[in-house]
């Protein structure tokens, strides 16, 4: 209640603009406003802006409300937070509840299963993860108990260690009472409880499916002799209900995370009928998809468990997760919406399981045109996030094609496989690049030790003091060219050749050309040559450098031959290139400190770092002393940079998860915030995520490091981009991507999904690569 | 409560409405209702039967987005988070015709916003708005009396409204 007074008060103003007012009140305000128009002026405004405001985001109450959300706020998250790495459908944790108790147990059950029980291969060839591995175990070792004591007492607690989920008989007659025909469990799982209807079970699989729609009951089934193989496929009712049913095999069934909480209410018999008919939900006693799954696993036996095992071992992809997009949308799990969101049909899945057993016809329907749809999807590439649909999604994923498979690449390796690719024509103005960095050091404030929060930023500044003080040697060497013309051209064969000598020189003597280099090679002693470097990054630096002498050489061989018809002539081109070494050195060391002094995790970022600081400045030495003309940055350039590399240059310095991603654990828990629950590094390697490869991106004015991880069993690429983290360096080439935009960009080829962190559209990656060619 | 999921299905949209307002943009706004309702769905112990739910969902959603802010806040790269104009202009998925509006809530302070939002999208009352944002009533006002001037100067007053009015 708003309180008024004789003045206009704020209070009132505001209760007046958002007609919280009483109709006396509002007479009273309106009668105080009309001696103040400027009030009426502000108050037009304020109701233009509350229009407006409505104008925009009303709409989003209209639209659909995505599936995922729809399911979190029916169905929660408690006990239906599906992690598709622990559950294992064929032996899945709901069945062994009360299935012994209610169902009767297959004397079959005890049969042993040694060939399972002593097959530690299966684990160690990753066949099976740690938790399949102990289910199996445990249903060996109960297969050697008693199987009455199996029944009554083992089993609800040995397989799944959780207390029962599922009604018991108990609760069946309960359900009974209530205003439906009491119905036996058998009568729920037999053709004539089910119809035509396809109760098909990612967990009961192909056996099960055939299996429910067997007219022998439950009951009938389960007091079967021990030891009788029950061959279904021999059965002809077996064989009609293949026919009406969908049989999809388990490990490619995908609807059970979100089929196997959705209640079921069984309302009144069902009818056979291909269509879906809505039938009321009776919210009374209802029996969970999850109850009728369980007592159609109950039905299997354990040489069927077995045999469906070992089937799934025997095909190309036994146990493999399904691609994010062919999962249903599990409550719990945290669906990006850049991936793709369950369509309509999933949607009217669940909307008809919820409405009663006559409309599982039409979850059958549901799941056909799903299956179907899922493999149209999975054949036929697919743009990425919407609203990108010109994305380049072949070029790119040819280059994704290209990544190799096999063991990680060595550091060294990943660095000689960047530096030993032609750069003689060098990305970058050499020039830009000496401003640019000019740039950055003249923001870095010494005294200001919160820039240098991150060892990369230190790096960086000892980058820009190395640089300095190389540009100061060749203002030096220029000066001194200048002030006495008769110097003679410096011979960089000579040069070099003592350099050659400084890291052979326990082998190889010094030459009289060598001796006579002057003081110049004098510098050239490095640490490069000294081999007994620790191992790592470091060891990677000095490879690294020493890949760009020998192209220094090169190219100082070229030019020097270019010179010998030029006697007396000065070249003002010439870079000291030995001063400059010699710094690399000075800098190479301290970077070798500084490393030595970061944590684990960090040290590849900074490495990555440091090498493109030293590429990019000793390139620039490079193009100087060949005195080519270097590529002048160009749309195109930087437009084909971020496709190349999927950079997503984040003006904040952080990934779109909010983390900033400057190290694979950090990556980690961008995954973790992505596949909705917590992972680490180990995790994701035991999950199938492989550390494919690093991929060194450079740019013109800093440095992107990729990180593929491929998840063999999801087929998914992944790559992690670990932006800058100077946001000086980094705003000229920002993508300015606001805080929370959807950096996740997927694409399918070949059966294959690809997902970026980045999702930069063509449109706006030409829109940012003009914006910073016009800033340049 | 008894079928309080119902209750959530339903307060969904307006939830994202002003999610998406608030965030600036519809996938965060979406991932924030998301984490809201995960959150409702583990406090529903502590929903009592008189409770509004709208109002308790959107109690927690603030709480949520509080909590994100306090993490920004401590952030040191937090100088970064800014989203100027051009940034926003940037984006494709605003209509132009609204993005004079949607870059002027993003420059509000966030709790300006959130009263703003509260009040003239969600229509809530004072009382349900001070109750949701755990303020009293004079704050709420003081803060939506800041809003709407900085708006106006925003969208009415400054060169950025007289380019729009050009247009």
Redesign the interface.
Do not use: K, M, W
């Given at each position: 209640m708003?309180l008024l007074s004789d003045k206009l008060s704020?209070?009132s103003l505001?209760?007046f603009?958002?007609e919280?007012l009483s109709e006396d009140q509002y007479i009273q305000v309106e009668a105080q406003l009309d001696g103040i128009p400027r009030k009426l002026v502000?108050i037009q405004?304020?109701q233009v802006?509350?229009e407006?405001?409505?104008e925009?985001?009303?709409p989003?109450?209209?639209?659909d409300?995505?599936d995922?959300?729809?399911y979190?706020?029916?169905?929660?998250?408690?006990g239906e937070c599906h992690d598709d790495t622990q559950d294992f459908p064929q032996f899945d944790h709901a069945q062994d509840d009360n299935s012994g108790a209610s169902t009767g147990l297959n004397a079959e059950i005890g049969l042993p299963l040694d060939p399972f029980a002593s097959a530690p291969e299966l684990r160690d060839e990753n066949l099976m993860d740690a938790n399949e591995f102990a289910e199996l175990a445990a249903l060996s070792l109960e297969s050697e108990q008693n199987p009455a004591e199996y029944a009554s007492a083992a089993m609800p607690n040995t397989i799944s260690g959780s207390p029962p989920e599922i009604p018991g008989d108990e609760e069946h007659s309960a359900y009974g009472s209530a205003s439906q025909p009491l119905r036996s469990i058998d009568e729920l799982t037999t053709p004539s409880g089910l119809g035509a209807s396809e109760l098909e079970s990612p967990a009961t699989g192909s056996h099960g499916s055939a299996s429910a729609a067997h007219p022998t009951s439950l009951q009938q089934f389960f007091v079967e002799p021990a030891g009788a193989e029950h061959s279904l496929a021999d059965s002809a009712g077996a064989e009609t209900a293949a026919q009406q049913i969908e049989t999809v095999p388990l490990e490619q069934s995908d609807q059970f995370s979100a089929f196997d909480e959705l209640e079921l209410t069984l309302e009144e018999e069902p009818t056979v009928s291909a269509e879906p008919v809505p039938v009321e939900p009776v919210p009374a006693k209802p029996v969970t998809a999850k109850q009728i799954i369980a007592k159609l696993l109950a039905e299997q036996t354990v040489a069927q468990k077995r045999q469906r095992v070992l089937d799934a071992f025997e095909s190309s992809e036994p146990l493999a997760l399904q691609p994010l997009e062919a999962q249903q949308p599990a409550a719990?799990i945290?669906r990006?919406?850049?991936f793709n969101q369950p369509n309509a049909v999933d949607f009217a899945r669940v909307r008809a399981a919820k409405s009663g057993p006559a409309a599982i016809a039409a979850n059958a329907q549901a799941k056909l045109k799903d299956k179907a749809k899922t493999e149209r999807r999975l054949m036929k590439p697919t743009g990425g996030a919407a609203?990108a649909p010109e994305f380049p999604i072949d070029e790119i994923v040819e280059q994704l094609d290209e990544i190799a498979s096999g063991p990680e690449p060595m550091t060294q390796d990943v660095v000689a496989e960047f530096f030993a690719e032609d750069r003689t024509e060098l990305d970058f103005e050499v020039s830009e690049v000496v401003r640019q960095f000019e740039e950055v050091s003249g923001k870095f404030n010494p005294r200001d030790k919160?820039l240098f929060?991150s060892p990369v930023l230190r790096i960086k500044h000892q980058a820009d003091t190395v640089l300095s003080a190389v540009k100061n040697g060749i203002a030096g060497v220029k000066n001194a060219l200048a002030q006495n013309g008769k110097l003679p051209f410096p011979d960089f064969t000579r040069i070099l050749a003592a350099f050659k000598i400084n890291i052979l020189k326990s082998s190889q003597p010094k030459s009289s050309a060598e001796r006579n280099a002057g003081s110049i090679p004098a510098k050239l002693s490095t640490g490069v040559e000294r081999e007994a470097r620790p191992e790592g990054l470091s060891r990677a630096i000095g490879e690294t450098l020493r890949l760009y002498k020998q192209k220094l050489s090169q190219i100082a061989a070229v030019a020097g031959a270019e010179r010998v018809g030029d006697a007396g002539h000065v070249d003002q081109r010439i870079v000291p290139y030995g001063a400059a070494l010699s710094r690399f050195n000075g800098y190479q060391q301290k970077i070798s400190g500084m490393l030595e002094k970061a944590s684990p995790e960090n040290r590849m970022t900074i490495g990555g770092a440091i090498l493109l600081v030293v590429g990019l400045v000793i390139g620039g030495s490079i193009s100087s002393l060949s005195g080519r003309p270097a590529n002048v940055i160009s749309v195109e350039k930087v437009e084909q940079l971020a496709i190349d590399a999927h950079i997503l240059y984040s003006?904040?310095?952080?990934n779109v998860a909010g983390t900033?991603a400057v190290s694979i654990a950090e990556s980690m828990q961008w995954l973790s915030a992505r596949m909705g629950r917590q992972m680490n590094l180990a995790d994701a390697q035991v999950e199938g995520f492989e550390h494919q490869r690093v991929i060194i991106v450079p740019t013109m004015l800093s440095y992107a490091i990729t990180n593929i991880f491929a998840n063999k069993n999801q087929q998914n690429i992944t790559l992690f981009i670990a932006p800058d983290l100077e946001?000086a360096v980094n705003s000229a080439l920002a993508c300015?991507?606001?805080?929370?935009?959807?950096g996740l960009c997927t694409w399918v080829k070949d059966s294959v999904r690809y997902i970026a962190v980045a999702n930069l559209?063509l449109?706006?990656v030409r829109?940012?690569s003009q914006a910073l060619v016009d800033s340049l | 409560m008894d079928n309080y999921q119902q209750s959530f299905a339903d307060t969904i949209p307006y939830l994202r409405r002003y999610a998406s307002a608030y965030t600036g943009d519809a996938v965060s706004g979406d991932a924030l209702v998301q984490h809201t309702i995960e959150c409702a769905h583990g406090l529903i112990n502590f929903l009592q039967d008189d409770t509004d739910i709208a109002i308790w969902l959107f109690s927690i959603l603030h709480n949520i987005a509080l909590e994100a802010r306090k993490q920004v806040d401590n952030h040191p790269d937090n100088e970064v988070l800014n989203i100027d104009t051009i940034d926003m202009a940037l984006l494709e998925d605003i209509d132009p015709d609204d993005i004079d509006i949607v870059t002027a809530l993003a420059q509000l302070p966030a709790e300006q916003k959130e009263t703003f939002l509260l009040v003239s999208l969600e229509r809530f009352t004072y009382e349900e708005a001070s109750q949701i944002l755990s303020v009293p009533i004079g704050t709420l006002i003081l803060r939506l009396n800041s809003a709407r001037k900085f708006l106006i100067q925003r969208l009415f007053l400054d060169d950025f409204a007289e380019l729009r009015a050009v247009q």
């Open positions: 708003i704020t209070e505001h209760a603009i958002d919280q502000e405004q304020c802006i509350n407006r405001l409505r925009v985001f009303d989003i109450v209209e639209e409300v995505p995922d959300l729809y979190l706020a029916l169905y929660g998250i408690n719990g945290i990006h919406s850049g609203g919160t929060g003006q904040q310095s952080q900033p946001p300015r991507v606001p805080a929370g935009a959807d559209s449109s706006r829109a940012f | -």
